[in-house]
């Protein structure tokens, strides 16, 4: 079967850095999405790895390396806004996505 | 200008009865999903429709029926509800097969059957 695997919780000190691991195991692989999903909201694109390395968006970036079958999330400079549950999801296919549980993160002040 | 908007937010039904949630995007895109989000937050992928064709059919009850008159607009309709199908049900679109990536969601639809 095709799955991902993430931690279920992970809890970080505002303004710190954060890094949100996704291992995935899935019959074809043509990009790790990340997304983001505040309590009672909509999951939100954040980004989208499908070549090994480092993708750079502001204060969030995303890692992905394809012959580990791993990508990372990495959350810098923790803001209380950034508590939210985060998503990565794995294309394996044309039009399908295969999600992971979510991890939510806990910011502490 | 909300890219994907569905209604209704909320719903509260009882048991038995049938409804209905709407789904439009106006991000041009060829592709819209529907989504279920239980109470433990699992994103499970239901239908997806690429330019009115239904290409992914995952195993949901056929009490489940989607429409999609032209490719803005989705529709989910559930016949004779249960209590497990409360949860939140999202619409989502993308753009072209490679697209799915890169998911735009809609704010979500709260069903609770009573």
């Known amino acids: 079967g095709q799955s991902l695997e993430q931690p279920s919780e992970v809890t970080a000190v505002e303004g710190a850095i954060v890094q949100i691991n996704c291992t995935y195991q899935?019959?074809?692989?043509?990009?790790l999405s990340w997304y983001q999903q505040h309590d009672g909201g909509a999951p939100t694109f954040l980004s989208y790895?499908?070549l090994d390395g480092l993708e750079e968006t502001g204060r969030f970036s995303s890692f992905l390396s394809r012959s580990d079958s791993y990508g990372y999330l990495l959350l810098q400079e923790l803001q209380m806004k950034d508590s939210a549950s985060y998503f990565c999801?794995?294309?394996?296919?044309?039009?399908?996505?295969?999600w992971g549980a979510g991890t939510k993160l806990i910011i502490k002040p | 200008d909300t890219a994907v908007s569905q209604t209704p937010k909320y719903l509260v039904t009882q048991m038995g009865n049938d409804k209905s949630i709407k789904c439009e995007q106006n991000?041009?895109?060829?592709?819209m999903y529907w989504y279920k989000q239980d109470s433990k937050k699992f994103l499970k992928i239901m239908f997806s429709?690429?330019?009115?064709?239904?290409?992914i059919n995952e195993t949901v009850p056929n009490r489940f029926s989607p429409k999609s008159p032209d490719k803005a607009h989705l529709n989910l309709h559930i016949n004779s509800l249960e209590l497990g199908d409360s949860a939140v049900y999202f619409c989502?679109?993308?753009?072209?097969?490679?697209?799915?990536?890169?998911?735009?969601f809609g704010a979500g639809s709260r069903l609770t059957v009573l």
């Open positions: 989502a679109s993308s753009q072209g097969a490679s697209g799915a990536n890169v998911l735009t």
């Open positions: 991000l041009g895109h060829d592709t």
């Open positions: 429709y690429n330019n009115k064709e239904l290409i």
């Open positions: 899935t019959s074809g692989f043509y990009g």
């Open positions: 790895n499908a």
């Open positions: 999801a794995v294309r394996p296919s044309n039009y399908q996505l295969i």
